[in-house]
């Protein structure tokens, strides 16, 4: 038992780094955003297109990698997709043309969409329910930890080697984590309960499946979709805003936009942990891990007041406040995992960041347009706080109690 606790964390840890490198990796582009949109002549419609171009494959992608978590070893679909992310991450750094650097971020998202179905697959083969919040939480700290970390050094790498040597700096060396990965997944994995992994049949001799259609599910893509357009407004426009708005330089506005990113990271996984430690002494999980969402949700309308504020520091606090909001990450992740039928995890985590990535395009393209139309940012940053208490009504009125519905003969059509 004590060899099996300490095998599913080491994966948990390596699913952690991984996700740090993840988002690592997507970061790139925002720090990087001035230095090329000089190099190429972009105007502010131009740099969200360039912007969201990352997320329209990583949308695509997420039901149809979700249905191959259900299926296939995670354990090479992973790390084949971590290899093609490192190599498109590095060689963006040789672009020549804003057609290339889109195509590059297209293959970006393809290899990166593997991180949630994934991961959030494995959590739940390995956890029982009352146990997820912790490890979903640190799974999804690692992302905001990546972007945390990746700003200040990225503005640093920028600045000392150019935006170009910066690409190749940031996604190469990374393709050493698969060594540890493909040492430390069981070839074979076991479930929480102790029993092994189901095995998938031949793609020849498997059934289609189909998803599975419950409220729960449209309640959990209506809540994904206020909380990911708020949080991935923060990933694609935050260090520009930095530094044209608060005319902070390149380090300046890195070391500033960590601080929100660190905040995030943090609170995704102490969330979870809240959370699993009030069930666990015999809290109702549903109202715990909803209640624990609004209070993070009402925390992200402190954006609002940070766009109006004068002070670098006063903007600095409000924005450290507004980033609270990740305390929910973990349990809606818990909430995707407990709700989803069995042998649905994948497809449904899948589905679920679908939408949340179709935030991120939106975020990208509505803020990048309203900045022009407008002339400021203010605008684009209520609205994705404004979103956020309609998410908050969609997890308490449409998504119900926490337990698995069965598998329903009605469905929405095939994922693949």
Not at 125 to 133: A, D, K, L
Not at 215 to 226: D, E, S
Not at 384 to 390: E, F, G, I, Q, T
């Amino acid at each position: 038992m004590a060899h099996t606790n300490i095998r599913r964390w080491s994966v948990v840890g390596l699913l952690f780094l991984g996700s740090l490198i993840n988002y690592l990796d997507r970061a790139t582009i925002s720090m990087a955003l001035p230095a090329i949109s000089k190099e190429f002549a972009l105007r502010p419609a131009t740099q969200g297109i360039l912007l969201s171009a990352f997320f329209w494959s990583y949308s695509l992608m997420q039901v149809p990698i979700g249905w191959c978590a259900d299926r296939y070893s995670m354990r090479w679909l992973f790390a084949g997709s971590f290899a093609l992310w490192s190599f498109a991450c590095g060689l963006t750094g040789m672009a020549g043309s804003l057609s290339v650097l889109i195509l590059l971020r297209v293959l970006l998202g393809v290899g990166e969409s593997v991180l949630f179905p994934c991961g959030m697959k494995i959590v739940s083969i390995m956890f029982r329910p009352h146990e997820r919040g912790l490890p979903s939480g640190l799974l999804l700290s690692g992302s905001r930890l990546g972007i945390a970390v990746g700003a200040p050094l990225i503005a640093w790498l920028i600045l000392r080697h150019g935006w170009r040597t910066m690409f190749l700096l940031v996604g190469l060396p990374p393709l050493f984590w698969l060594i540890p990965w493909l040492a430390a997944y069981p070839r074979r994995l076991r479930s929480a309960s102790g029993g092994p992994q189901r095995p998938a049949q031949p793609a020849s001799m498997a059934r289609p499946r189909v998803l599975t259609f419950h409220r729960n599910l449209l309640g959990i893509c209506l809540g994904i979709f206020c909380y990911d357009y708020y949080w991935l407004l923060f990933v694609t426009w935050l260090p520009n805003y930095l530094i044209t708005v608060r005319h902070l330089s390149l380090l300046r506005a890195g070391s500033y936009a960590s601080l929100p990113y660190l905040v995030f990271a943090v609170g995704l996984p102490v969330g979870g942990w809240i959370a699993d430690s009030l069930i666990h002494r015999g809290w109702d999980e549903t109202r715990t891990r909803k209640g624990i969402i609004t209070l993070a949700f009402v925390t992200g309308l402190l954006l609002i007041p940070a766009v109006w504020a004068a002070s670098e520091m006063t903007v600095l606090a409000l924005m450290g406040g507004a980033a609270l909001v990740g305390t929910a990450g973990g349990n809606l992740s818990a909430i995707t995992q407990t709700c989803a039928p069995e042998g649905e995890v994948g497809v449904w985590t899948g589905t679920v960041n679908l939408v949340a990535n179709i935030a991120g395009v939106s975020a990208s393209i509505v803020t990048g347009f309203l900045i022009g139309w407008t002339g400021s940012y203010r605008p684009g940053f209520v609205l994705a706080a404004a979103l956020l208490p309609a998410g908050a009504l969609a997890y308490w009125f449409i998504v119900g109690e926490l337990n698995p519905p069965a598998p329903a003969s009605s469905s929405v059509g095939s994922p693949t």
